[in-house]
């Protein structure tokens, strides 16, 4: 059994930063692609970023150069750095584990970025 836990949402200024961590458990993490999506009211969810088990980093053009998605397989914990938020980036963020055979889904946290 796979469970993720988000956390770090809130409400910021526009212009400020977010750390958002997802804790993880189970025994694929090591083999997992990790993602974050978000979904904005009204709108479908959309990938912002993910990291593959060997590091490869892809990001939606969206966030490219604001954001960073970073792993740790030791701890089974996966970050999403943003910088630089914009109204835009109001949404709820949720973690995505896939494994070969498998998905996983955190509950979401609320990213909320307006003066």
């Known amino acids: 059994q796979v469970q993720l836990v988000e956390s770090g949402g809130g409400l910021v200024q526009p212009g400020g930063s977010l750390r958002l961590s997802c804790a993880t458990s189970?025994?694929?993490?090591?083999?997992?692609?990790l993602a974050w999506h978000r979904q904005a009211p009204g709108k479908e969810r959309e990938l912002v970023a993910l990291?593959?088990?060997?590091?490869?980093?892809n990001y939606a053009t969206s966030v490219k150069d604001r954001f960073t998605i970073s792993r740790d397989n030791t701890k089974k914990m996966v970050y999403l750095q943003m910088n630089n938020l914009k109204p835009e980036d109001t949404a709820v963020y949720y973690c995505?584990?896939?494994?070969?055979?498998?998905?996983?889904w955190g509950q979401g946290t609320q990213v909320t970025v307006s003066s």
């Open positions: 995505n584990l896939r494994s070969p055979t498998q998905t996983y």
């Open positions: 990291i593959t088990n060997s590091g490869i980093r």
């Open positions: 189970g025994t694929i993490f090591s083999i997992a692609v």
